[in-house]
């Protein structure tokens, strides 16, 4: 799929109420020239914002959830992995049906922001009905803690430092637009 398709669909789950909310915020363009903007101090891109907003009116979270929180490129496939290997090592899987064998860490533990609740403040979750649901999200803590602020939901979070932060994004940006390692316009 072209990337310009994907953003137009991206575009259309954006709702009016977010459109006009996003007019109204400080906004600017990444060095790609995506637009983001800021809400609640922390800096969104447009599809991102309506997943939060989303999140933030629907979600209930349930005693026992567990949300595997981080910035992006900070460890967050590694801690998914860790974290299911560890959920999993109970139920007594023979070695050739262990979730992590046939699913990568991202489409086993769903993001909130990033799939969940990019359509809807009401997502169905009821195939999440495992003790303890899993979760994922790249939202800053203060973006979470009126949902989760009365819950005794468990919240890990994984930070790195930044430098290396940064290196892992510029390897990562380098290969998903195949472009040398030491050249970027």
Not at 28 to 53: A, M, N, P
Not at 76 to 104: G, I, Q, Y
Request: aromatic share 12%; with cysteine; charged share 25%.
């Amino acid at each position: 799929m072209d990337p310009k398709d994907t953003l137009s669909i991206a575009r259309d789950k954006i709702t009016e109420e977010t459109k006009s909310l996003i007019s109204s915020l400080p906004s600017h363009e990444d060095f790609q020239g995506r637009k983001i903007c800021k809400y609640q101090g922390f800096w969104y891109f447009y599809t991102s914002l309506q997943g939060v907003l989303n999140f933030q009116r629907g979600f209930q979270p349930k005693d026992t959830d567990i949300i595997l929180a981080s910035y992006p490129k900070s460890g967050t496939t590694w801690l998914k992995a860790l974290t299911v290997a560890l959920l999993e090592r109970s139920k007594n899987h023979s070695s050739d049906h262990h979730p992590l064998l046939s699913h990568n860490p991202q489409r086993i533990v769903p993001y909130f922001e990033l799939g969940l609740y990019i359509e809807s403040s009401s997502p169905d979750l009821t195939k999440y009905s495992s003790v303890p649901r899993l979760f994922s999200t790249h939202m800053p803590l203060d973006a979470m803690h009126e949902t989760l602020k009365d819950s005794p939901c468990k919240i890990v979070y994984v930070c790195r430092n930044v430098k290396d932060t940064l290196v892992s994004w510029w390897f990562f940006r380098c290969s998903i637009h195949k472009k040398p390692r030491e050249k970027w316009d």
